[in-house]
């Protein structure tokens, strides 16, 4: 049953990949500027300007265009980029682990921050412990990351002469080095999806926690502990889990700031730089594969849902 539930999802999944390829190689062309002129600078004349553009592909209607470039992405090949003529599916192999390293790391602070703060808050309602967990959701939503990013890097500066390390330290080079690097601007891209998933994980327990099979647990004598994580916390789990997918597609948009501010060499720098030089097949590549990546989380969550609850499936 299991298996045929993910089937159904995998299935569903197919057309809103095809709707993202369009949306996906359409947008880029609609950003203002032309590659080729860039490229060849104000100098070119016209008869310049039409042999790269027909060199590279981009004087035929955009519809040929779009179904070539989907045969070669079913094929695993997601073009060369205009600039650099590198392929880019080379390019991003070097920089998705370290997007994905640092939204990991980003996701991992904002379960840890929300899902304990979470239940002390439902389970102590209307206490002081309450209303400063409530007091620093809501500012934690109300930061933008960008902003306290620039804090955390100006003020320390300012005041104390310490600034985060700059530079990258590989994995190789220096294990440590390499995981501390990614702890500040993990915690700052996780604040706002910590506050936002600790608000839901405190409503829907002081939900469940209301619920007959919970009070009959509480008039058997069961402690505190078991009644609240085993009885009420895996229920009250599954929207929780729901945000946790759209929160992870927040997080994943959110490195494009972060990664610039504390330059870390990942795919989202990657994607500025792209966007600046209107290089398109590169433009197309890094979304698609963003879009791609969170369709799947979207379906790794729907299985977690019939793992946590059976009833699901059906």
């Known amino acids: ?32 500027g032309d590659v080729v002129a860039l490229m060849l600078e104000e100098k070119a004349y016209a008869k310049d300007l039409e042999e790269l553009r027909a060199k590279l592909g981009l004087d035929r209607p955009i519809y040929v265009q779009y179904f070539e470039w989907l045969g070669r992405v079913v094929q695993g090949d997601l073009g060369e980029s ?10 991003i192999g070097r920089r998705l682990p370290v997007t994905l390293e640092l939204a990991f790391f980003a996701t991992v602070f904002a379960i840890l921050i929300s899902v304990p703060i979470g239940v002390v808050s439902a389970t102590r309602q209307d206490t002081l412990r309450d209303y400063l967990a409530r007091s620093a959701a809501i500012l934690g ?109 927040q997080i994943i948009g959110g490195t494009v700031i972060i990664e610039q501010i504390f330059g870390i060499p990942g795919m989202s720098r990657f994607l500025f730089d792209a966007i600046n030089q209107r290089d398109y097949p590169v433009i197309q590549g890094v979304n ?15 299985a977690l849902y019939a793992v946590l609850d059976p009833r699901i499936r059906y």
Do not use: C
Request: charged fraction near 15%; avoid cysteine; proline fraction near 5%.
């Open 1 to 32: 049953m299991l298996k045929r539930y993910f089937v159904k999802r995998l299935l569903v999944a197919i057309p809103s990949l095809l709707i993202a390829s369009l949306i996906v190689f359409t947008l880029p062309r609609l950003i203002p």
């Open 82 to 91: 205009l600039w650099t003529r590198r392929p880019v599916l080379e390019e």
């Open 141 to 249: 939503l109300s930061m933008p990351g960008f902003w306290l990013a620039t804090l955390v890097i100006v003020l320390p500066a300012i005041w104390w002469g310490w600034r985060p390390v700059s530079g990258f330290t590989e994995f190789s080079q220096d294990q440590v080095a390499h995981v501390a690097q990614f702890l500040l601007p993990a915690l700052i891209l996780g604040i706002a999806s910590a506050a936002a998933l600790m608000r839901l994980t405190r409503g829907m327990l002081l939900e469940v926690l209301r619920q007959d099979y919970v009070r009959t647990a509480w008039a058997k004598g069961l402690r505190e502990r078991v009644i609240v994580l085993k009885h009420g916390l895996r229920n009250a789990v599954i929207p929780v889990v729901t945000v946790l997918g759209i929160q992870i597609a």
């Open 288 to 302: 698609l594969v963003v879009v791609s990546f969170i369709v799947f989380m979207n379906l790794a969550v729907d």
